[in-house]
């Protein structure tokens, strides 16, 4: 990405050095997209400023997506967000004075900080489910039963004299064998995976996500520890409603409520795919 940048960075320069001013835009426009802040932003801005109209708009509309999706994850908690709103702002404001190239490179700003936003309150999100996943894991757990006490193994008669026998009336005592503990059950081991997922999010440990999710991409794991960088405090909250098993196919369905650097989220309903391979259970994906 850094050779890219310099890249379009040099070719926007000679492109207005030779005087192709469309050529030097869209040059431009392609160093902001990576690096709004970039110095020949500064540069250049003033001079091809009537070429940027259209690059103002589609920025523009690119951070109204940014925003919806931003909201429709619950982020308007995070301290992201209302930074982001704040440069959305004053690139509006830039724009109404025709201010192209300048709003295009806050506008670009806004719409990476609104992705922050929500990237982070998507774990956020997750880390709540995984919390109340644990407790319910927890909770669902047999209380364990006192074993019978055994009894002490009778001492045998001396060759010359025959055992004793109890008295009329009285039956022998026959010692019972105890039944050995029970494997857990796929029930049980689901339970742990989704317990095993909110660890993971709320200790910010990527290698233990990558354990019960195993096919999260590379792309989906840079994203998950720019998230868990963004978030300074969360408490998850899972209730799991129901566990239904398939053979080696599993679906849990959580009532979920977290609590994101101290402010409650809207309680949200949400459904766990997981699949057995190798006689181990883990995470396919995550829906509504």
Do not use: C
Not at 198 to 220: G, Q, W, Y
Not at 232 to 242: E, K, M, W, Y
């Amino acid at each position: 990405a850094l050779h890219e940048l310099e890249a379009a960075a040099g070719e926007a320069r000679e492109a207005f050095r030779r005087g192709d001013t469309a050529a030097a835009t869209r040059a431009l426009g392609r160093v902001l997209a990576i690096d709004p802040r970039h110095p020949v932003a500064g540069e250049l801005n003033a001079a091809l400023n009537q070429h940027f109209r259209a690059q103002a708009e589609e920025a523009r509309a690119r951070m109204a997506r940014a925003r919806g999706e931003a909201e429709q994850a619950r982020a308007r908690s995070i301290e992201e967000f209302p930074q982001a709103a704040r440069i959305a702002d004053g690139a509006d404001e830039l724009l109404r004075k025709g201010q192209f190239a300048e709003a295009t490179q806050r506008f670009l700003e806004a719409g990476d900080a609104f992705d922050r936003a929500r990237r982070a309150a998507e774990v956020a999100a997750a880390v709540a489910a995984a919390n109340a996943a644990r407790a319910q894991t927890v909770q669902s757990l047999p209380s364990a039963r006192p074993s019978a006490p055994t009894s002490a193994a009778p001492s045998l008669a001396p060759p010359s004299q025959a055992p004793s026998l109890p008295p009329a009336g009285h039956p022998l005592s026959v010692p019972v064998a105890v039944p050995p503990a029970a494997a857990p059950g796929p029930e049980s081991s689901v339970r742990h995976v989704i317990a095993d997922y909110a660890r993971a999010i709320e200790t910010h440990d990527v290698a233990l996500f990558k354990t019960i999710k195993p096919d999260l991409s590379a792309e989906d794991e840079k994203r998950l520890q720019e998230a868990f960088k963004a978030i300074q405090s969360q408490q998850v909250g899972i209730t799991i409603d129901a566990v239904e098993i398939d053979g080696a196919q599993a679906m849990v369905r959580v009532s979920r409520r977290d609590t994101i650097n101290g402010k409650p989220q809207r309680p949200q309903q949400q459904t766990f795919r997981l699949a057995q391979k190798g006689g181990a259970w883990s995470i396919q994906s995550i829906g509504q």
